[in-house]
Structure formats: structure tokens, C-alpha cells
T-cell receptor, first 110, second 119 residues
Framework: DAKTTQPTSMDCAEGRAANLPCNHSTISGNEYVYWYRQIHSQGPQYIIHGLKNNETNEMASLIITEDRKSSTLILPHATLRDTAVYYCIVSYNQGGKLIFGQGTELSVKP | GAVVSQHPSRVICKSGTSVKIECRSLDFQATTMFWYRQFPKQSLMLMATSNEGSKATYEQGVEKDKFLINHASLTLSTLTVTSAHPEDSSFYIC???????????????FGPGTRLTVL
């Protein structure tokens, strides 16, 4: 079973920041938090991952709480092309398997 | 990011035939490849993990004699669905990762998927 809990769906206005929450209260000390997204009928796309520090790349920012029990993925300026299912996954980075939950269906609206 | 390709992108076959799906890492050496399947309106389900040069490890409930996985090189893994039946119709997706210095595994990158329809 997935070790994360995410809202089933969210809406966001185009141009605004999209903040996607994820709870992972049973995360262990050496598990990473990964975020992927899947646009309809395509393979998942890697977005970002982190262990305990906040991370930022060209796609998004990842904010991990100090106790590591939850995190938030931030898309700073959402576009219509960001409409997708977003998956938050915790996994070891030593040959770790990715167990996908149901994810959050993000709809970016004009 | 790293690029993973799959071939074919879609295939239609008759019940009872076998279908082979290829997964290639185009710009990195993939020490580990993973195979998933996804039914409509459902999430991805991990089927098996394969390390180059060794036998695949299958998840519980996945028939290893039906879903044959070969990872013969650091850039190619194949999934063969043997004696396919309509219930095997699904979206099959592979991912690949490589080993980093110190033994850690790098990020998994996914292929675009293969849509299998068994008539």
C-alpha cells in the first residue's frame, strides 16, 4: 500500500501558484519524498525529490516539514499544461521501488 | 532529465498470441528497470523489478511465467506477455534508474508507455 495521503482533486487558476499537499506520517529516516506527474495516457514525469531540506528546480519547489511527516509541492505559476495527476511517493534511494497511490488530479483552469 | 523509450507505443493482438514490449534507456546506463501496468482510471501498479544480468523479481500476484522479463543489457529490458488474453489489455509502462557512486540508486525515469489491446 502507498504510504502517502493526498487530496483526490484540486483546482487552480492559470498563472497562480498550485500548492499540492502530501501526508507521509510513517516515513522512515532514510526515505526520500518523490513527486511525479502523469498527463493523460503518458508515462509519469519526474518532478522533484528531497530528503529533509527544501528543494527547488526549474519545474517546482518541494517544502518538507521539519518532522518530515508532510510535504508540499509548489508549482509557482501554473499553466494549462500542468493539468495532470500528481503523485507523492516515499521511497529509499537504494534500489527502492515506487509504490503509486491514487495521487491528486490537478485541474488548471483559465 | 534522462530519456527512456518504449516500443511499440500501441499494439493490438489476438487472444493466445505473445507480445514483446521493449524499454530502452537512451542516454544513460540503466542498472535497474521496473515494469508497471495501469488499468483505466487506476494508478500504476508495479509488476516487477529487473537488474541487468539477473532474474527479475516479481511482485506478489504477478505471474512470472506469463510476464517474461529480460534485462540483457544496461540499456534494454523487454517484457513479453505470453498467451495474451483480453484481461491483459492494459497500459504497460517501464522505468529505469542507474546506480550512483556509493551504491545509491538514481531517480527513476519513465517511458511513454505501451497500450496493449488483446482481442
Amino acid at each position: 500500500d502507498a504510504k502517502t495521503t493526498q487530496p483526490t482533486s484540486m483546482d487552480c487558476a492559470e498563472g497562480r501558484a498550485a500548492n499540492l499537499p502530501c501526508n507521509h506520517s510513517t516515513i522512515s529516516g532514510n526515505e526520500y519524498v518523490y513527486w511525479y506527474r502523469q498527463i493523460h495516457s503518458q508515462g509519469p514525469q519526474y518532478i522533484i525529490h528531497g530528503l529533509k531540506n527544501n528543494e527547488t528546480n526549474e519545474m517546482a519547489s518541494l517544502i518538507i516539514t521539519e518532522d518530515r511527516k508532510s510535504s508540499t509541492l509548489i508549482l509557482p505559476h501554473a499553466t494549462l499544461r500542468d493539468t495532470a495527476v500528481y503523485y507523492c511517493i516515499v521511497s529509499y534511494n537504494q534500489g527502492g521501488k515506487l509504490i503509486f497511490g491514487q495521487g491528486t488530479e490537478l485541474s488548471v483552469k483559465p | 532529465g534522462a530519456v527512456v523509450s518504449q516500443h511499440p507505443s500501441r499494439v493490438i493482438c489476438k487472444s493466445g498470441t505473445s507480445v514483446k514490449i521493449e524499454c530502452r534507456s537512451l542516454d544513460f546506463q540503466a542498472t535497474t528497470m521496473f515494469w508497471y501496468r495501469q488499468f483505466p482510471k487506476q494508478s500504476l501498479m508495479l509488476m516487477a523489478t529487473s537488474n541487468e544480468g539477473s532474474k527479475a523479481t516479481y511482485e506478489q500476484g504477478v505471474e512470472k511465467d506469463k510476464f517474461l522479463i529480460n534485462h540483457a543489457s544496461l540499456t534494454l529490458s523487454t517484457l513479453t506477455v505470453t498467451s495474451a488474453h483480453p484481461e491483459d489489455s492494459s497500459f504497460y509502462i517501464c522505468s529505469a534508474s542507474s546506480l550512483l557512486a556509493g551504491g545509491a540508486t538514481d531517480t527513476q525515469y519513465f517511458g511513454p508507455g505501451t497500450r496493449l489491446t488483446v482481442l
